[in-house]
C-alpha cells in the first residue's frame, strides 16, 4: 500500500508539457532527424566515393 501512496503522490506532483510545449519539442526532433539523415546520407556517399576512387 505504501508503494501506491508513493505512486499517488508523484503523479500529482508530476508537471505535463503543454500543447504549444509538446509542438515545439515534436518539431525538433522531426527537424533533427531530417539533419541527421541528410548529414550521414551525405557522409556515407562521399565515403563510397572516396572507395572507388582507391578500388
Do not use: C, S
Request: charged share 20%; glycine share 2%; proline share 2%.
Amino acid at each position: 500500500m505504501k508503494f501506491l501512496k508513493n505512486v499517488m503522490q508523484t503523479m500529482k506532483a508530476t508537471t505535463w508539457p503543454t500543447a504549444r510545449e509538446n509542438r515545439k519539442d515534436t518539431t525538433t526532433v522531426i527537424l533533427m532527424t531530417v539533419f541527421f539523415a541528410a548529414f550521414f546520407a551525405i557522409v556515407d556517399y562521399l565515403v563510397q566515393l572516396g572507395l572507388k576512387l582507391f578500388v
